[in-house]
């Protein structure tokens, strides 16, 4: 059975830093895609970041190099460093592993943005 946990959400002010962790088990998932979305109150599930288990990285265009993702393969963790926190980066942030086209989710954690 799958498990996808995430950590490290909090209330930060604008251009502060957060690092969000996950870890996922069950599975070797040193092959696969690893990655975050993240959802606002209100609008839809959007892609953040991901990184290939051969370490090709993709992000989303608003990031603009504020994030950036890693990954440890020995623990099966992905990473997500994130600087310059705008009060627009508040949401519900959500790390998945894909596996087979499968996309195996975490419950989330939240992060906010405020002064």
């Known amino acids: 059975q799958v498990q996808v946990v995430e950590s490290g959400g909090d209330l930060v002010q604008p251009g502060g830093s957060l690092r969000l962790s996950c870890i996922a088990s069950?599975?070797?998932?040193?092959?696969?895609?690893m990655g975050w979305y993240r959802q606002a109150p209100g609008r839809q599930r959007e892609f953040v970041a991901r990184m290939t288990g051969l370490g090709r990285t993709d992000y989303g265009d608003y990031v603009n190099e504020r994030f950036t993702i890693s990954r440890d393969k020995v623990k099966n963790s992905v990473y997500l460093q994130m600087n310059n926190l705008k009060p627009e980066d508040t949401a519900v942030y959500f790390c998945?592993?894909?596996?087979?086209?499968?996309?195996?989710w975490g419950q989330g954690t939240q992060v906010t943005v405020s002064s």
């Open positions: 069950g599975f070797d998932f040193r092959l696969d895609v």
């Open positions: 998945y592993v894909e596996r087979d086209k499968t996309h195996y």
